[in-house]
């Protein structure tokens, strides 16, 4: 069983910056693989990016690649979104999620889900 806990959301204003936190439990943190997701109001969740287990690996979706960067900290249980350029498009809630499995752009691949916490980007 994994817990996630996600933490840094907040309200910035269009080309500014936020980092995402996630932390998890337990001790096999760094055999999952990880990803962010959100979904804005209206909307059903999208992808947004994916890191592997070892760090090695990482895909992103096309409306966010090159302004936003996955990383994670095995030994602090944590991954992180470093949002920069930030949109009024951006605005949403993020989860982070952990599959035991493949790396994937798909939300059901994902075991595990975090509660999300709010972006709101000002415009």
Known sequence: QVQLVETGGGLVQA????RLSC??????FSTYQMAWFRQAPGKEREFVATINWTGGLTY???SVKGRFTISRDNAKNTVYLQMNSLKPEDTAVYYCAAAL????????AYDYWGQGTQVTVSS
């Open 15 to 18: 080309g500014g910056s936020l």
């Open 23 to 28: 932390a998890a439990s337990g001790r096999t």
């Open 60 to 62: 992103y979706s096309d």
């Open 101 to 108: 499995r493949l790396i994937s752009r798909a939300s059901v």
